[in-house]
């Protein structure tokens, strides 16, 4: 507020009349006030804990489920991992490779139905 609105407000302020309270209103008012009771209480909503707890873990735990099975799906972390533990596959330049499994699988489930 600049200082020409504020010096108005402030001789309108002043030239306005202060009504007289009558006897005893302050008095009345208070207690009134003391003899009603027009509080009203909002009960604490409070989420469960499980539920906040599960879905909290849950997430980040599907979440690096999923990536872990992308990335060994398609062979990226494979130059990270020991021979040991990739095969022969994974160290030859074969790019055609099948590291997943599926190939072996569907061999293994031709073979047990016939």
Do not use: C, H
């Not at 494979?78 to 599926?102: K, W």
């Amino acid at each position: 507020m600049d200082k020409t609105t504020q010096e108005q407000l402030d001789r309108m302020l002043a030239a306005a009349t202060n009504p007289e309270l009558p006897a005893g209103a302050i008095e009345r008012l208070l207690a009134r006030i003391d003899s009603e009771d027009r509080v009203v209480t909002m009960p604490v909503r409070r989420a469960a804990p499980r539920a906040v707890l599960g879905w909290g873990t849950a997430l980040p735990l599907a979440a690096s489920l999923a990536l872990g099975i992308y990335l060994g799906a398609m062979g990226s972390l494979d130059r990270f991992l020991p021979e040991s533990v990739t095969g022969e596959l994974a160290a030859g330049d074969d790019d055609n490779a099948d590291l997943s499994g599926v190939s072996e699988a569907e061999a293994y489930a031709e073979e047990d139905v016939s």
